[in-house]
């Protein structure tokens, strides 16, 4: 790697919950940073409505290419028999797969759904997404920074803890992973594990804000350095950098 990989990640938009505003301004400033690489960590809707998927569809569209997106908890009907016979038909059918992979000079991302159908707000992840994180990115260049997406921060506690955290925890460790990026707190974030940093993205959209401004984070990784920039909104769609964080890129072992 020598130029910097830049990487825009948004959570949290809540089309239907949203102020225009913000969302009318959020493509240029995003695209303002020329990022390599733009993810969306859920929760892309307030109510899993068919009109907030196609508010949100239009929305995403305009952002920079190439995108990654996972589903957060919002993105399933609530009360609906969709949650029980086909509660991602929505999702898929205006966003694209729940989970996928993304790969770009430098980087190999990859998306897993952390919403189960059975929990109404908390997470999951399942053995078979396990291991998937150990082929997919176990096997990635060793030059590649490897990135997981997901809606739940992975190691929150209490009511919050993700179900299947341990062997999630430890695929995370055998692969090697360098960056997990989610969402779902609305307050931005960034904690390291040993080697591995865990960045949450505050809402960068959405009127349901828990005292901290509207935000997103860019993320500049260079050979050495791991930079954080909250970018955050002083009026809706004016936006400045807040918080700035530098970590030590770790070498692979």
């Known amino acids: ?13 809540h089309l239907g919950a949203h102020v225009p505003a913000s969302i009318d301004a959020l493509a240029d400033e995003v695209a303002a940073v020329r990022p390599d690489l733009v993810v969306v960590t859920g929760d892309h809707t307030m109510r899993a409505r068919p009109r907030e998927f196609l508010q949100a569809l239009n929305v995403l569209d305009k952002l920079p290419a190439p995108r990654l997106l996972v589903p957060g908890n919002h993105d399933l009907p609530l009360v609906s028999p969709l949650r ?93 992973v360098d960056l997990v990026l ?39 990784i260079g050979p050495d350095v791991i930079e954080t920039h909250e970018r955050c909104e002083s009026a809706p769609g004016t936006w400045y950098t807040g918080r700035v964080r530098r970590h030590p890129r770790h070498a692979r072992p």
Do not use: C, N
Request: proline share 7%; no cysteine.
């Open 182 to 220: 989610a969402g779902h707190t609305h307050v931005p974030a960034v904690h390291a594990y040993g080697r591995m940093l865990v960045v949450i993205a505050g809402t960068a959209t959405s009127y349901r804000i828990r005292d901290v401004p509207r935000s997103w984070t860019m993320l500049r």
């Open 84 to 176: 029980v016979v086909a509660p991602y038909a929505r999702y898929r059918r205006w966003l694209g797969p729940d989970d996928s992979t993304v790969r770009v000079p430098g980087v190999t991302a990859l998306g897993i759904d952390s919403m189960p159908r059975w929990r109404w707000k908390s997470g999951r992840v399942t053995r078979r997404q396990a291991v998937t994180v150990r082929e997919v990115l176990g096997s990635a260049s060793p030059a590649d920074v490897r990135l997981v997406a997901m809606h739940h921060p992975p190691f929150a506690g209490g009511l919050e803890r993700l179900a299947g955290r341990a062997r999630f925890a430890r695929a995370l460790r055998l692969a090697g």
């Open 1 to 13: 790697m020598t130029e910097p990989v830049v990487i825009a990640h948004l959570s949290d938009l």
